[in-house]
């Protein structure tokens, strides 16, 4: 089946992260009082968007060799 | 103390729009690959491991294992993680080497057909209508479960929580059949992973650091009368029941947890099996529950971990954590993971965790509904009412399966809203139902002499003395009579908690059925010849070629080093 789920993961992943990195750096730092004062949008949202993006080059890559005649690359 | 509600922001509602665009639009994109029965109902055989391995995993994370496993952290500590760690790891690795080469290469679709082909109709009607109800009934506790919360919590109307979130289980199924649960089950672990990991995270930080959780909670432990390490050792204070919160003792534990009860579930329950049997390849498929055993064993630190601390910060009054209470004054632990998501999580993250609280419900009631829907066409409607018909013709009946198991699904969820003891009531008959099963395959397939009389005669006995059993016992501090117990006349014994009662229960049940099975199939006919019995029954299968596989990608090696991994945390964890 050419399906690939690592594209869909890494899209959804890749957004949620860039999503709570903005927000992390946009939002008023009050919030963070009960996150015990991290900023853990910024934080998480840089590791979502890290996976969500390995995802992705993993997916492409995966893509390209398909193209390339090389199945089960 | 009513529940803390949840104030979700813009932020919050954008990421759950986005999830749910994308579950359904997985569904849309797999829509084009169901093109006949197998597809819709076995994947077609096509999933590589990871895949099938990840989704075996998420179809169990449902309502229980999330909210019941934080909930369990809290109350008994670290003593839960015997669920994972001699419950289901050794479990799943059994199942990949030992079963999954004749549920996968017997070629039979579903759990309950394996019975036909390996006993008799009456073998695999019992199991396929038993587990068919069941089915049902578990997805309408998750619907139920999941709209309750979302009305505690956000102030939702309970009719439209049902709706919404049966309308999106039904659309991406409907569409995609088992791939695109399978495919979804999979974005649910990585959201499950996600969501809840920073909550351990925070959580631990806000505690400072395992041994500071570690002094915590021993001030818990001596509190409640016991040692001051029971919270936070898993095997210390087993030696009597009496000396920890779970009134169990080593034996039970071993035995009714151990082996009958996690063999019972992750080697006989078609909903976990289901992923497996859709892998591309006999070696996928035996590496399917070996893979998922890897995360498994992990995950008590990111369920049970949150429920330990939370259990420590609501002694402490300048935490400002608080558990809810239920109307009779108890503490309500089934909230310890909602509480800590608005205690801890800013907006933004809350929209994350929110939705994974979502993502698991849903993904427990999906991996229900397909299991449904195949045992309904294959092993019911195939069987009984219309065999010989095209391949069309049941791919259709899927699809209709399919929105009847949503539509019975929300039927039992307001039944659950209505009468709850029914609902405890209907847990427990299948609970009787379940506790025999492992022994039926067990000896179906590695003693070739097992015949159906034996099969069925020992499960509807193991049923049965499960049933005598709850009859005549009773949990300490329970009145006899109700759905707790003792509701046969006599109290023979008490039980220290409701655990160690059904730990006993699937024990006795587990030797009727062996007994009974092996002393009838003694007495009675094999009606089944060698020919018929081939790839069924260990002794009569040729054993695989030597592996042609690298070290990475055997079954039995990543077993071994998930056995050995689980080994050393129960070790460290002592």
């Not at chain 2, 639009?25 to 590589?48: E, N, T, Y």
């Not at chain 2, 919404?164 to 791939?179: N, Q």
């Not at chain 2, 630190?301 to 108890?330: C, E, K, Q, Y």
């Not at chain 2, 099963?437 to 590695?446: D, E, I, P, R």
Request: aromatic share 14%; hydrophobic share 55%.
């Amino acid at each position: 089946m050419n399906f690939d789920l690592r594209l869909p993961l890494g899209m959804i992943f890749s957004l949620f992260g860039a999503m709570l990195a903005v927000y992390g750096l946009t939002s008023d730092p009050a919030i963070y009082a009960r996150s015990l004062g991290l900023d853990v949008n910024l934080i998480w949202g840089l590791v979502l968007l890290a996976f969500g993006l390995c995802m992705l080059l993993l997916s492409l890559r995966a893509a390209r060799a398909r193209t390339r005649g090389r199945p089960n690359a | 103390m009513p529940p803390t509600t949840l104030a979700l922001r813009g932020i919050d509602y954008a990421i759950l729009s986005i999830y749910f665009v994308f579950v359904l639009g997985i569904g849309w994109a797999l829509k084009r690959h169901v093109k006949g029965s197998a597809d819709f109902f076995l994947s077609g055989r096509s999933i590589p491991a990871w895949i099938t391995g990840l989704a075996f995993l998420s179809a169990n994370l449902g309502a229980q294992e999330v909210i019941g496993m934080a909930a369990s952290g809290a109350q008994y500590g670290i003593m839960t993680s015997h669920f994972y760690w001699i419950g289901a790891i050794p479990a799943m690795v059994f199942l990949g080497i030992f079963m999954m080469p004749f549920y996968y290469g017997s070629k039979a679709r579903s759990v309950p057909e394996y019975l036909k082909l390996r006993f008799d109709e009456k073998t695999r009607g019992f199991n396929a209508l038993s587990f068919a109800v069941m089915t049902v009934f578990s997805s309408g506790i998750s619907l139920y479960a999941l709209a309750k919360l979302l009305e505690v919590l956000l102030g939702w109307n309970f009719n439209a929580s049902v709706a919404i979130s049966a309308l999106i289980v039904l659309g991406y199924i409907f569409l995609g059949g088992l791939t695109s649960a399978i495919y979804n089950e999979v974005l649910q672990f990585f959201m499950i992973v996600f969501g809840f990991a920073p909550l351990a995270w925070l959580g631990l930080r806000d505690v400072g650091g395992w041994s500071a959780l570690k002094t915590r909670l021993e001030a818990v432990a001596v509190e409640q009368h016991f040692a001051p390490g029971t919270w936070t050792q898993s095997w210390h204070h087993v030696a009597r029941a009496a000396d920890n919160p779970m009134g169990v003792e080593w034996f039970g534990l071993a035995m009714g947890l151990g082996f009958v009860l996690s063999f019972g579930y992750w080697c006989t329950d078609f909903l976990v099996v289901q992923r497996a049997m859709a892998a591309n390849s006999m070696s996928a498929a035996r590496r399917t529950p070996i893979i998922a055993a890897f995360p498994k064993m992990l995950f008590p630190f990111l369920v049970i971990l949150p429920g330990m601390v939370a259990i420590a910060l609501v002694r402490d009054p300048h935490s400002g954590l608080t558990l809810p209470t239920n109307p009779d004054g108890s503490t309500n632990f089934n909230m310890v993971i909602p509480q800590m998501l608005g205690h801890y999580f800013p907006p933004g993250l809350l929209g994350l965790g929110f939705t994974t609280l979502m993502a698991s419900f849903m993904s427990g009631m999906a991996g229900n509904v397909t299991a449904f829907n195949t045992v309904w066409t294959y092993d019911i409607y195939q069987s009984y009412f219309a065999p010989n018909r095209s391949d069309r013709h049941y791919l259709h009946m899927g699809r209709i399966a399919t929105v009847c198991g949503v539509l019975l699904s929300v039927g039992t969820a307001y039944f659950a809203a209505k009468f709850n003891n029914i609902m405890n009531l209907l847990q427990l008959v299948f609970a009787f139902v379940n506790a025999p099963l492992f022994a039926t395959f067990l000896l179906g397939m590695f003693w070739r002499r097992t015949t159906g009389h034996g099969a069925f005669s020992g499960l509807v006995s193991g049923t049965a003395l499960a049933a005598v059993h709850h009859g005549l016992t009773l949990p300490a501090g329970n009145v006899a009579g109700g759905v707790k117990g003792g509701w046969l006349g006599a109290v023979l014994h008490t039980y220290p908690s409701e655990m160690a009662q059904n730990f006993w229960t699937a024990i006795f049940a587990w030797t009727a059925c062996f007994v009974v099975t092996v002393a009838v199939s003694l007495a009675t006919r094999q009606r089944k010849t060698d020919a018929e019995l081939t790839g069924l029954v260990y002794a009569l299968t040729p054993r695989p070629a030597a592996a042609v596989e690298p070290w990475y990608e055997r079954p039995v090696v990543l077993g071994g080093i998930a056995l050995g991994a689980t080994l050393l945390l129960n070790l460290a964890f002592a």
